[in-house]
């Protein structure tokens, strides 16, 4: 690649994070991933957080790593996992420690919350997704909890938005991120201020919301002194999902995705938002996406229950052997609601399933055969349930559906998918959120005419199969 322009997608998630170079060449897009690092929940007075000072020293060393192969990106874009924020005060340090979505401190906040504004009206102004984790239960926790926090914060910054700011020294908003905060009004495409000071949160902390391609700003001296070399800090699209969306090869309006992780995403692409009552009632969220567009979609609780059953089966079996042994458990029936609170942060995954088939009158799965196919038969169910409320809400028809992100790699998953749907299937790419990162940096350097090139770039340049 030498000659070539390349760029850098920063892509965290909440188990590793990844520093992937991106480049064009002879009309496809190449990425080649340059460094890995570990992320996890530590506990830190009770609750459980985020070490945010390992994640900026792992940002640091991946840029070291682009120094030491001599390959320095004409840009920089950091996307993460939504929801989650630090609160700085005025001299620009974070105010106690980082709480993670998965820690119980917002139990019962969805009460307060609804003393100030009913849960249709709220769902009416902003159309998010009711989970207990938002960041709008979260400030209602450190309000109730730690009031002194909120009085001395001078500016809230999502993770990914305060990683850029100890890079740059400029603290921006980001648009597809906020929203997920469920405190962005889906009309005006603003934080909704009204909302804000019904609930007493101090409005001065929200910062003006900026779209995917917004230059940050070039690293501050100190940092480009640190890293070897000097570039810019852009905006993709901050919100992992929102990169991920962008990556779908398709330009089709009859597809449904489904961004496969620790998180499954699953949903469509929208114009307008729907904030009716209907779409409450079936709990789907209008999350923004690239160039003010919205992703209609449904949180479902993904890979993280497998990731967790792996962890605790005695034997390391490749994914390959999970993939036969859950084949192996197909005659066991029992299946769970994967959804369910219980199994957002549990002690033991295996105990959790066990005690929800217990608790429902069911069978409970004994060996790991049968733990796994009732994870696995859950959550293709629950997909299945999903695309027939896609179709049901917008009184459409969609006939395939594109699984990109990691878990596109599952191939059982993948032919449940086909089964329990009936539609046709294609994943990848695996590394869609990256992907996605790149596009948006490329897009501000004008490499791609729009979204629809781009995506017709992704198409041809990366692997994406139809499951059989």
């Known amino acids: 690649m030498s000659g070539q322009t390349c760029y850098l997608a920063i892509d965290i998630g909440a188990s590793s994070g990844r520093h992937i170079l991106g480049w064009m060449d002879k009309g496809k897009m190449r990425i080649e991933e340059i460094y890995r690092f570990e992320n996890k929940l530590v506990k830190q007075n009770g609750h459980l957080c985020w070490d945010l000072d390992h994640l900026f020293h792992e940002v640091v060393a991946g840029l070291r790593k682009c120094k030491e192969l001599n390959r320095v990106p004409a840009s920089v874009g950091i996307d993460t996992w939504g929801v989650d924020f630090v609160l700085l005060d005025r001299n620009g340090n974070v105010i106690g ?69 100890r890079l740059t020294g400029v603290a921006m908003n980001e648009y597809t991120n906020a929203t997920t905060s469920q405190l962005v009004n889906a009309q005006t495409q603003d934080w909704d ?26 690293l501050s001296s100190e940092m480009a002194e640190r890293v070897g070399f000097q ?36 949903g469509i692409e929208r114009l307008i938002p729907d904030c009716t009552e209907t779409s409450r009632q079936h709990n789907f969220t209008n999350e923004g996406g690239y160039h003010h567009r ?130 046709e299937v294609y994943a990848g790419p695996v590394e869609a959120t990256a992907i996605g990162n790149l596009m948006a940096q490329m897009l501000r350097d004008k490499v791609f005419k729009d979204l629809p090139a781009a995506r017709q770039v992704v198409a041809k340049s990366f692997d994406v199969k139809r499951v059989e």
Request: glycine share 6%; charged share 20%.
């Open 193 to 218: 201020y009204e909302l804000l000071e019904m609930l007493g949160l101090p409005t001065k902390i929200f910062g003006e919301l900026n779209m995917p391609k917004t230059l940050v700003g070039p």
């Open 294 to 423: 919205y992703r209609y979609l449904k949180n479902i609780m993904g890979m993280w229950m497998m990731q967790n059953l792996r962890r605790e089966f005695k034997h390391k079996y490749t994914f390959e052997e999970l993939y036969e042994l859950a084949h192996i458990g197909r005659y066991f029936t029992s299946t769970v609601n994967v959804n369910d609170e219980s199994f957002l942060a549990p002690e033991s995954m295996i105990r959790a399933v066990q005690a929800y088939c217990e608790k429902t009158g069911q069978e409970k799965p004994e060996t790991e055969c049968e733990l796994l196919y009732c994870i696995y038969k859950s959550l293709a169910n629950c997909y299945a349930e999903t695309v027939s409320e896609i179709q049901e809400v917008t009184g459409r028809v969609f006939d395939t559906i594109h699984v990109v992100g990691g878990g596109c790699q599952d191939k059982f998953l993948n032919h449940l998918l086909v089964e329990t749907t009936g539609k």
């Open 97 to 165: 420690n980082t709480v993670a979505y998965r820690d119980s401190r917002t139990k019962g906040m969805d009460a307060e919350v609804y003393k100030v504004i009913p849960e249709t009206k709220l769902y009416g102004r902003n159309g998010i997704q009711k989970q207990l984790f938002n960041s709008i239960y979260q400030l209602m926790a450190i309000k109730q909890e730690t009031p002194q926090a909120l009085e001395k914060a001078e500016r809230f910054l999502m993770i990914p938005e305060y990683l850029n700011y």
């Open 231 to 266: 570039t810019n800090v852009v905006l993709p699209a901050t919100h992992d999902t929102g990169s991920a969306v962008m990556a779908v090869p398709t330009n089709s309006d009859d597809s449904i995705y489904l961004s496969s992780g620790t998180w499954s995403l699953m």
